[in-house]
């Protein structure tokens, strides 16, 4: 299985992030798993942000504050990740996974 994160590297404060995995090896579709979102800031921990599951069910951080909308386009065994509002705060990697897969990750930078 394989999980491979893509989109922009640099977005402006206030627009919206979005993000794209795609999954090979695997459906998204499959019961067995949940797809995840993390993100880890510059010289911070990991944050989950969110989850969709197999039904398309999703759940999100509380701190998100409703700026997170998760979806997914299972013509493209994909899910993706929309942040709305961005600040410089939301500046770090940004992961794909599931329980046993992670994707390699993906540097967001938000600047003007």
């Known amino acids: 299985m394989r999980l491979q994160e893509s989109g922009p590297g640099l977005v402006k404060p206030s627009q919206t992030l979005s993000l794209a995995c795609t999954v090979s090896g695997e459906s998204i579709t499959t019961n067995n798993y949940w797809w995840h979102w993390i993100r880890q800031p510059p010289g911070k921990g990991l944050e989950h942000l969110g989850t969709i599951d197999s039904s398309g069910s999703t759940t999100s951080s509380p701190s998100l504050k409703g700026r997170i909308t998760i979806s997914r386009d299972t013509s493209k065994n994909q899910f993706a990740l929309h942040l709305s509002s961005v600040t410089p705060e939301d500046t770090a990697v940004y992961y794909c996974?599931?329980?046993?897969?992670w994707g390699q990750g993906t540097q967001v930078t938000v600047s003007s």
């Open positions: 996974a599931n329980d046993v897969s």
